[in-house]
């Protein structure tokens, strides 16, 4: 039976498979951020409100408060007022680049007494709101010059306002709308060109520049000669990109020197040489690796973590949270975590095609590819395999902000999801 009125949900409709794994995310999140922080000798108590894991406490019990407002709202308020909610968050925006005071190098915060609030976060599902509001109207299609530039739009105005507060982490976030594009028709090599400029950067990095013209060169020319009998026009998309690869090799010097920040050329030397700025980021990571890979098999047990006790690990409570996890619950542990994850992201990707509206379809889309970029990023740096750009891990750092925003990001779909056989259905 349907419920009586458009904001009520039979309990019977409620995904509680993904409501199960957010509770057990935040609860083991709320845990460990007590063992990052934990001191043995200072009688410390998970309730305790003077520290991160008592903080985060509250945060949790104010997102359960949040959760109940999202699912009693009537669910066409999020696609009715999806342009709204994106224009105040821009506001803020460009408030806190005026207001803020400068925190580790980036203004990025609202601080309202003790409690700090980065409108970045929030801005995440504010765009998601926006995209897929506007690639759910009717006729839009993604072939269409002018749904492109209103998407450039939509996604690049939020992106560059972060960047100005100087928060490139965040800025980042907003490339995971990259996927939710490609579904909704982006072409394949708009992707197969990101990647190769990723994997020029890396290889220009570790690779002498002439052996890499010399490689690139070569693949041309066999692919070339191999469609001798083809049509000119394939042979002139092969040379193309062989003279766009070595255009892109050429400027990485450029990107590296011109571009980047002192700081953030540090952190691409480290993932190319651990050995490198030990007494800075070099630090970090090192550590990082090592209380990870001292937790063993199955770790050294809840609280008995060592590099935690002894603080090896800067922002070990917040973005380096997994290492506590490594450390303490050793691989099994981590394994749970990500395969956690990867069931979330699983059943978020299923629940988005299962929409019959495009609008609800689009933004599962967004709230998968926003948390996946959280994952792989964040365990990615923690491990050594990617730079460090300071992004949490959705559920588990400790943080009011991320956890708002993330709670309010997933259950925002739970409640589309749950009035799917109630909206229109405008599917592709």
């Known amino acids: 039976m349907y419920a009586r009125n458009k904001s009520e949900i039979p309990s019977s409709r409620i995904d509680w498979l993904t409501v199960g794994i957010y509770a057990a995310c935040v609860i083991m999140g709320w845990l460990n951020i007590f063992a990052a922080v934990y001191d043995p000798e200072a009688n410390q108590s998970l309730f305790d ?37 994106w224009g105040m968050f821009l506001i803020a925006l460009v408030a806190v680049i005026f207001l803020a005071r400068d925190v580790n190098g980036a203004k990025s915060w609202f601080e309202i007494g003790s409690i700090r609030v980065q409108p970045s976060e929030f801005a995440k599902f504010g765009t998601a709101l926006a995209l897929a509001k506007f690639m759910g109207t009717a006729g839009v299609k993604f ?152 937790g063993g098999l199955i770790g050294k047990g809840f609280l008995q973590g060592t590099q935690t006790k002894f603080d090896y690990v800067p922002e070990q409570s917040t973005d380096f949270i997994f290492c506590t996890i490594g450390e303490e619950h050793g691989l099994l542990g981590s394994s749970v975590v990500v395969a956690l994850f990867v069931a979330l992201m699983c059943r978020l990707v299923m629940l988005a095609e299962r929409q019959k509206d495009r609008f609800a379809r689009i933004y599962g889309y967004s709230v998968a590819s926003i948390l996946f970029f959280h994952f792989f990023i964040n365990i990615g740096m923690t491990v050594g395999l990617i730079p460090v750009i300071g992004i949490p891990l959705p559920f588990f750092s400790y943080g009011g902000s991320s956890l708002w925003s993330f709670t309010i990001l997933l259950f925002i779909f739970i409640k589309l999801d749950a009035h799917r056989t109630e909206m229109l259905g405008r599917m592709n």
């Open 49 to 85: 409100f003077s520290l991160n894991a008592g903080k985060q406490l509250i945060w949790i019990g104010s997102s359960l408060v949040l959760v109940i407002v999202i699912m009693v709202i009537d669910f066409k308020f999020y696609e009715a007022f999806a342009y709204l909610i």
């Open 143 to 294: 072939e269409q010059l002018r749904t492109k530039l209103i998407c450039g739009v939509l996604l690049g105005v939020p992106a560059i306002l972060i960047l100005l507060q100087n928060d490139t982490g965040s800025t980042l976030v907003f490339a995971s709308f990259v996927l939710v594009l490609y579904r909704e028709g982006l072409p394949s090599w708009v992707l197969v060109l990101g990647v190769t400029a990723v994997a020029v950067l890396v290889l220009t990095l570790i690779v002498d520049k002439m052996i890499l013209f010399g490689v690139i060169g070569a693949i041309a020319v066999l692919i070339i000669f191999r469609l001798r009998r083809k049509n000119f026009q394939s042979i002139a998309v092969v040379t193309g990109g062989a003279l766009l690869v070595a255009g892109m090799i050429t400027g990485v010097d450029f990107f590296i020197n011109k571009v980047l920040q002192a700081h953030q050329r540090n952190r691409i030397m480290v993932l190319l040489d651990d050995q490198a700025d030990k007494k800075g980021v070099g630090w970090q990571v090192m550590q990082s690796k090592i209380a990870i890979g001292s």
